[in-house]
């Protein structure tokens, strides 16, 4: 059972990222974007960060998960998390690779 103290902390981790989302729809310069996401994550997290979007697209193109694997140096465990997402009906991945495609 979820503490007072943790049910708190993920409203806020909640507002915090609900936040973040609508600022980043507000902003039209890809550069100040690129430059926020250096300033709020480590070189590391954005390493993880941008594997878990190549991933994403390297699944839509249908290479396999030991495919990825291998060439991400990633877990099975985080691919097949990124499939399952991929194969969900109303998929927001699928939604913003298709933004992707109209560019």
Do not use: H
């Amino acid at each position: 059972m979820e503490t007072k103290s943790e049910k708190n902390n993920k409203f806020k981790m909640e507002d915090s990222i609900n936040e973040i989302c609508k600022l980043l729809s507000m902003i039209d310069d890809k550069d100040l974007i690129y430059d926020f996401f250096g300033c709020l994550f480590t070189k590391p997290e954005l390493n993880d960060f941008a594997k878990r979007w190549c991933l994403v697209k390297e699944l839509d193109a249908g290479t396999t998960q030991r495919e990825i694997a291998r060439k991400y140096n990633m877990s099975l465990c985080n691919i097949t998390r990124g499939s399952k997402e991929m194969k969900k009906e109303d998929s927001a991945f699928k939604k913003v690779l298709k933004l992707l495609e109209k560019k």
